[in-house]
């Protein structure tokens, strides 16, 4: 089992929806959860984290976390073009202090 | 403000050349990363400095691999008898401290012929 699960896609929406995006962490002793944005050919650029449990908003994206579940998404509304990209979702804590672990990222597909 | 920067962007090299790859964090960060990035492979976790400490080498794919950190600011990478499974894009991120963001570099693009 790898210690962050995300699915490959691609995730193809129209535009103005909403885009979900999920991540599932093996080590419960994480304890921050990042959200990255990465197009092709550049580096990954930081959209959201969170820390505790619940829903936390910025923008027209939301990060949603449940520690019980060992779960983490990312929701886009008004979902434009240019959010096409690959969204990575990252942990640290746990066994992995400072370090960042990385899932293999969900690539979004925004069609007008 | 200026953000993490690397060089040189692109290296080609022949299999069996040493490398060496740099990093210039964020001014003020005291803590910097190494991840190498490849194809099916996603992005992974190779060193980390934080200050004074030791670093941890952990993600060291093996010992062919080395890094230092000069003066607590500037890393090099080193990649010795490179070997063709070593071309990925290397990328470093800087954070004011290991329970800060991560801000990543432009990253560092090396093919091994």
Redesign the interface.
């Known amino acids: 089992q790898k210690e962050v699960e995300q699915n490959s896609g691609p995730l193809s929406v129209p535009e103005g929806a909403i885009a979900s995006l999920n991540c599932t962490y093996s080590d419960r002793g994480s304890q ?1 959860f ?1 959200w ?1 944005r990465q197009y092709s050919g ?5 959209i959201m ?1 969170i820390y505790s449990n619940g829903d936390k908003e910025d923008g027209r994206f939301t990060a949603q976390l449940n520690k019980a579940s060992q779960y983490v998404s990312l929701l886009i509304r008004d979902s434009q073009p240019s959010d096409s990209a690959t969204y ?1 979702c990252a942990v ?1 804590g746990g066994t ?10 969900t690539i979004l597909t925004v069609h007008p | 403000g200026a953000g993490v920067s690397q060089s040189p962007s692109n290296k080609v090299t022949e299999k069996g050349k040493d490398v060496e790859l740099r990093c210039d964090p964020i001014s003020g960060h005291t ?1 910097l ?1 190494w ?1 190498r990035q490849s194809l099916g492979q ?4 190779l060193i ?1 400095f ?1 200050g004074n400490s030791a670093p ?1 080498k952990s ?1 060291l794919p093996s010992d062919r691999f080395s890094a230092e950190r000069t003066g607590g600011s500037v890393s090099t990478l080193t990649i010795q008898r490179t070997q063709q499974e070593d071309s990925a894009v290397y ?1 470093c ?1 800087s954070s004011f401290g ?2 800060d ?7 560092t693009r090396l093919t091994v012929l």
């Open positions: 921050s990042f990255y550049k580096s990954p650029e930081l984290f990575l640290r992995s202090y400072g370090k960042l672990t990385f899932g293999q990222g | 803590a990363y991840y996603g992005l992974e976790f980390y934080q941890d993600g990328l991120a290991p329970s963001t991560q801000y990543f570099g432009p990253g």
